[in-house]
């Protein structure tokens, strides 16, 4: 960062500023004007210019409010008047350390200064905008989470059976149907913020950093969870075709053993996982279709004396009927997992082919899972579908034999124990990387926070309402039907987001370290304990030395005030620059000098400076500006721009939004 002189007609032309002083925090002892006592009686006063006494005037007082000039010149003496020179920001209030110097708290005076991009730097910059992420072709993107939603015929299927008996395939049909609502809202939070991330991603640009978090916990629960039970599912029918290979050996060791196998594969390159999915996805679907096409021939020989029989064990009564439809469906919903994980690789998936992706998933799900479970109830009795067996692998030795029994389990331990995996590994990556399934929420806070963001796609608020209902009512049905899992989720969830907040509040948690220093004086006599305030010192300020950048395009003090209590409720920093792009010296806001002062000095604890950059505000200006200040992208904030604008918040690398 250079500091150039600020009457160089290069940067401001003729326009009036305050000197700089690079090495003082007050500017040296400055005459007071003679008439700035007459000109200040008569803006208290605010008397009407007939009221004006003959002194008045003939003290050359104005008519009119104090030029720039004027203004920056009493700023200047008061602040002279009122600090010491050379020293801190800190007012005169309480300490909330009685006993220990709370000079830490207050940071310095901030400074105004111009940074030139040289035409190398833009270059440079330009290149690493223009550099894109590794692009999945629709088919690939479509296997890493599809795998987990086609797969779910394995794991969904008894569970589904055992509260819904023969409205089963009703009730799959009723979920992936469900599913269908969710897909615009994914599309429009995608065409919004197209970042890694997923419910992070998006709660972060469109709340704040707490509900970022919350986001980041239930979508890390979740990919964990998928990762999970199909590592589970998996070792299970392994178990229970080759038990006698298997002997003293526990299916969690099974579990644990695929998690392993996976995660391995799982650090390779993206392109390379992408390969292996899209294999075990061809796989599953041929097995698939090869399993139905045998079954529909048992069942045309067989006939429909096995159905009957189910048919005649279902539930009696409208109100049983109803809630086990009910139950199946709440089931169902979670069952058809894998199509919440796709935004969290959204980055890394051809723009083009994103609404493709989500379509293949759902209608996938929807031809795969309710025809598949109708041939199930049409071939088995109940007893066997509810006897623990391997369902599907049972199936298919009864439709056609052994070898395709065989097929089946293979199938399972490779779109199962391997791509549901993997899904949830990819998904556990990219969050990390940025760093639930209530994409309803995020909408509804894009729609109201954020609204001005331009998108491709947008969805009507009673869909996003809707959804956000499904949510809800899925979520409690499945409560009431199991209670457990809301202490197991709560339990696991609490510990992923005090975790997550416990990093988030470190500042908070050394100033409370700090206050109880300070009241057990005690420690400060002991010779183990005496001079931990220096050490919790040093930590807070290395916490807070990474500067926030805010790119500012007026002088509205009302807006700049915004971004500060924005940033401070997100972000630990001690220093905020306010950055300004102009393309000339005369559209540069004639006030915004003056306000970045006057709430340099409003906010103790903060340094605020101000610099400017000459250039157009787009996403190559921001990456030659990040590397030139040495302030990450993600580090950066920007108001909401509108449609003219013609860029999104994606092409910005990670740059958040603060306002509306």
């Given at each position: 960062?250079?500091?150039?002189?600020?009457?160089?007609?290069?940067?401001?032309?003729?326009?009036?500023?305050?000197?700089?002083?690079?090495?003082?925090?007050?500017?040296?002892?400055?005459?007071?004007?003679?008439?700035?006592?007459?000109?200040?009686?008569?803006?208290?006063?605010?008397?009407?210019?007939?009221?004006?006494?003959?002194?008045?005037?003939?003290?050359?007082?104005?008519?009119?409010?104090?030029?720039?000039?004027?203004?920056?010149?009493?700023?200047?003496?008061r602040r002279q008047r009122n600090n010491q020179p050379h020293m801190l920001k800190i007012p005169n209030v309480p300490s909330r350390f009685p006993n220990l110097s709370n000079n830490w708290e207050f940071a310095g005076w901030g400074s105004m200064s111009y940074v030139e991009l040289t035409p190398d730097d833009?270059?440079?910059?330009?290149?690493?905008?223009?550099?894109?992420?590794?692009?999945?072709?629709?088919?690939?993107?479509?296997?890493?989470?599809?795998?987990?939603?086609?797969?779910?015929?394995?794991?969904?299927?008894?569970?589904?059976?055992?509260?819904?008996?023969?409205?089963?395939?009703?009730?799959?049909?009723?979920?992936?149907?469900?599913?269908?609502?969710?897909?615009?809202?994914?599309?429009?939070?995608?065409?919004?913020?197209?970042?890694?991330?997923?419910?992070?991603?998006?709660?972060?640009?469109?709340?704040?950093?707490?509900?970022?978090?919350?986001?980041?916990?239930?979508?890390?629960?979740?990919?964990?969870?998928?990762?999970?039970?199909?590592?589970?599912?998996?070792?299970?029918?392994?178990?229970?075709?080759?038990?006698?290979?298997?002997?003293?050996?526990?299916?969690?060791?099974?579990?644990?053993?695929?998690?392993?196998?996976?995660?391995?594969?799982?650090?390779?390159?993206?392109?390379?996982?992408?390969?292996?999915?899209?294999?075990?996805?061809?796989?599953?679907?041929?097995?698939?279709?090869?399993?139905?096409?045998?079954?529909?021939?048992?069942?045309?020989?067989?006939?429909?004396?096995?159905?009957?029989?189910?048919?005649?064990?279902?539930p009696q009564g409208a109100a049983e009927v109803a809630r086990s439809i009910f139950n199946g469906i709440c089931i169902s919903f979670l069952g058809v997992t894998g199509f919440e994980t796709t935004p969290s690789y959204i980055e890394n998936i051809k723009p083009s082919a994103y609404p493709a992706v989500l379509?293949?998933?759902?209608?996938?799900?929807?031809?795969?899972?309710?025809?598949?479970?109708?041939?199930?109830?049409?071939?088995?009795?109940?007893?066997?579908?509810?006897?623990?067996?391997?369902?599907?692998?049972?199936?298919?030795?009864?439709?056609?034999?052994?070898?395709?029994?065989?097929?089946?389990?293979?199938?399972?331990?490779?779109?199962?124990?391997?791509?549901?995996?993997?899904?949830?590994?990819?998904?556990?990556?990219?969050?990390?990387?940025?760093?639930?399934?209530?994409?309803?929420?995020?909408?509804?806070?894009?729609?109201?926070?954020?609204?001005?963001?331009?998108?491709?796609?947008?969805?009507?608020?009673?869909?996003?309402?809707?959804?956000?209902?499904?949510?809800?009512?899925?979520?409690?049905?499945?409560?009431?039907?199991?209670?457990?899992?809301?202490?197991?989720?709560?339990?696991?969830?609490?510990?992923?987001?005090?975790?997550?907040?416990?990093?988030?509040?470190?500042?908070?948690?050394?100033?409370?370290?700090?206050?109880?220093?300070?009241?057990?004086?005690?420690?400060?006599?002991?010779?183990?304990?005496?001079?931990?305030?220096?050490?919790?010192?040093?930590?807070?300020?290395?916490?807070?030395?990474?500067?926030?950048?805010?790119?500012?395009?007026?002088?509205?003090?009302?807006?700049?005030?915004?971004?500060?209590?924005?940033?401070?409720?997100?972000?630990?920093?001690?220093?905020?620059?306010?950055?300004?792009?102009?393309?000339?010296?005369?559209?540069?806001?004639?006030?915004?000098?003056?306000?970045?002062?006057?709430?340099?000095?409003?906010?103790?604890?903060?340094?605020?400076?101000?610099?400017?950059?000459?250039?157009?505000?787009?996403?190559?200006?921001?990456?030659?500006?990040?590397?030139?200040?040495?302030?990450?992208?993600?580090?950066?904030?920007?108001?909401?721009?509108?449609?003219?604008?013609?860029?999104?918040?994606?092409?910005?690398?990670?740059?958040?939004?603060?306002?509306?």
């Amino acid at each position: 960062m250079e500091k150039k002189d600020p009457s160089s007609s290069a940067y401001m032309s003729d326009r009036p500023m305050t000197p700089i002083y690079e090495e003082r925090d007050t500017v040296p002892d400055l005459p007071v004007s003679p008439t700035t006592p007459s000109r200040n009686r008569i803006m208290r006063r605010r008397v009407a210019p007939d009221e004006l006494q003959e002194d008045d005037i003939a003290d050359g007082a104005s008519l009119y409010p104090p030029s720039f000039a004027q203004s920056e010149f009493e700023t200047i003496v008061r602040r002279q008047r009122n600090n010491q020179p050379h020293m801190l920001k800190i007012p005169n209030v309480p300490s909330r350390f009685p006993n220990l110097s709370n000079n830490w708290e207050f940071a310095g005076w901030g400074s105004m200064s111009y940074v030139e991009l040289t035409p190398d730097d833009i270059s440079a910059a330009e290149a690493r905008v223009n550099e894109k992420p590794f692009q999945l072709d629709q088919l690939r993107a479509s296997s890493i989470a599809g795998n987990g939603i086609i797969g779910s015929v394995f794991y969904a299927f008894p569970a589904v059976a055992a509260v819904a008996s023969i409205y089963s395939p009703i009730t799959l049909a009723s979920a992936c149907i469900m599913l269908f609502i969710f897909r615009p809202i994914l599309l429009e939070l995608g065409s919004a913020v197209r970042l890694n991330g997923a419910n992070y991603a998006y709660l972060l640009q469109f709340s704040g950093k707490a509900m970022g978090l919350v986001g980041a916990a239930a979508t890390l629960l979740d990919a964990v969870a998928t990762s999970s039970v199909s590592a589970a599912t998996a070792s299970a029918y392994l178990s229970g075709e080759f038990a006698a290979l298997f002997v003293g050996l526990r299916q969690a060791a099974l579990a644990i053993g695929f998690l392993v196998a996976l995660a391995i594969i799982g650090l390779i390159s993206l392109k390379e996982s992408s390969s292996v999915t899209l294999a075990f996805t061809t796989i599953h679907l041929c097995t698939m279709l090869i399993l139905m096409v045998a079954s529909v021939v048992a069942w045309a020989k067989t006939g429909s004396h096995v159905l009957a029989s189910n048919w005649a064990l279902r539930p009696q009564g409208a109100a049983e009927v109803a809630r086990s439809i009910f139950n199946g469906i709440c089931i169902s919903f979670l069952g058809v997992t894998g199509f919440e994980t796709t935004p969290s690789y959204i980055e890394n998936i051809k723009p083009s082919a994103y609404p493709a992706v989500l379509r293949n998933m759902l209608y996938t799900a929807l031809v795969l899972n309710a025809p598949l479970m109708l041939l199930v109830y049409a071939i088995l009795p109940s007893e066997t579908i509810l006897g623990g067996a391997n369902v599907l692998s049972v199936l298919a030795e009864t439709v056609a034999g052994k070898w395709l029994r065989i097929l089946v389990v293979v199938d399972c331990m490779l779109v199962v124990g391997g791509g549901g995996v993997l899904a949830g590994l990819i998904g556990v990556s990219a969050l990390i990387e940025r760093l639930a399934r209530k994409y309803a929420t995020s909408n509804l806070l894009l729609k109201f926070n954020r609204d001005r963001l331009p998108r491709k796609y947008r969805t009507s608020l009673i869909a996003t309402l809707l959804a956000l209902v499904i949510s809800i009512v899925v979520l409690v049905g499945n409560v009431v039907q199991t209670p457990q899992i809301i202490g197991l989720f709560l339990a696991y969830f609490i510990v992923i987001l005090l975790c997550l907040f416990t990093l988030k509040s470190r500042i908070k948690l050394a100033r409370i370290a700090m206050w109880i220093y300070d009241q057990a004086t005690v420690l400060h006599k002991w010779k183990y304990t005496k001079g931990w305030n220096i050490a919790i010192i040093r930590w807070m300020r290395g916490l807070r030395e990474q500067p926030i950048g805010v790119w500012v395009k007026s002088d509205d003090i009302y807006n700049l005030v915004e971004a500060i209590l924005y940033i401070r409720r997100n972000e630990s920093t001690a220093r905020i620059i306010f950055i300004h792009a102009y393309d000339d010296a005369s559209s540069i806001p004639s006030e915004l000098e003056a306000n970045s002062k006057i709430l340099d000095e409003g906010f103790p604890s903060i340094t605020i400076d101000l610099v400017f950059v000459k250039g157009r505000f787009n996403p190559t200006l921001v990456e030659a500006t990040s590397v030139k200040l040495g302030i990450p992208k993600s580090q950066f904030f920007m108001s909401t721009m509108g449609k003219e604008h013609g860029w999104k918040v994606a092409d910005y690398g990670g740059v958040r939004v603060v306002n509306l």
